[in-house]
């Protein structure tokens, strides 16, 4: 369905990632008692965040290497 509907399937997808990173960046301000503690969450938040985005394309790269192409990852 997306290669039918591009112009409105992107859009909903940037309104959910920059929902979600909003969220990310909100939430440990709720539950910090003070500034330190509030970017020590928010650090923790994004970096693992972050690491965990960084996962897919590093496993994808590691399938490609190992057979040789991508039609067996993909």
Do not use: C, K
Not at 49 to 73: C, H, K, M, W
Request: proline share 8%.
């Amino acid at each position: 369905m997306p290669q039918t509907m591009p112009y409105l399937f992107v859009p909903l997808i940037a309104l959910g990632v920059g929902g979600s990173f909003t969220l990310g960046m909100v939430l440990p301000l709720d539950h910090a008692r003070d500034a330190n503690e509030a970017n020590s969450w928010i650090a923790f938040v994004l970096g693992i965040g972050y690491f965990a985005g960084a996962l897919g394309p590093f496993f994808l790269g590691v399938a490609r290497d190992s057979t040789g192409g991508f039609n067996i990852p993909v």
